[in-house]
């Protein structure tokens, strides 16, 4: 497994929460599920991800 510098790895965070973003402000569901995770609601995935970010 090659793993990434700490430079790189904030790049990606920034990049993937830039495409949540995205989807969220698109005006998506957020009662929609997640296909990789089908117990979540796409508002659950968000209210995860940004509390973890904090």
């Known amino acids: 497994?090659?793993?990434?510098?700490h430079d790189r790895?904030?790049?990606e965070i920034a990049d993937?929460?830039?495409r949540l973003r995205a989807?969220?402000?698109s005006g998506a569901d957020l009662s929609?599920?997640?296909p990789t995770?089908?117990?979540w609601s796409l508002e659950?995935?968000?209210?995860?991800?940004?509390?973890?970010l904090r």
């Open 1 to 5: 497994m090659t793993l990434l510098s």
């Open 9 to 11: 790895y904030c790049a």
């Open 16 to 18: 993937q929460v830039g």
């Open 23 to 25: 989807v969220v402000t």
């Open 32 to 34: 929609a599920t997640v």
């Open 37 to 39: 995770c089908p117990d």
């Open 44 to 52: 659950q995935l968000v209210r995860h991800t940004g509390g973890a």
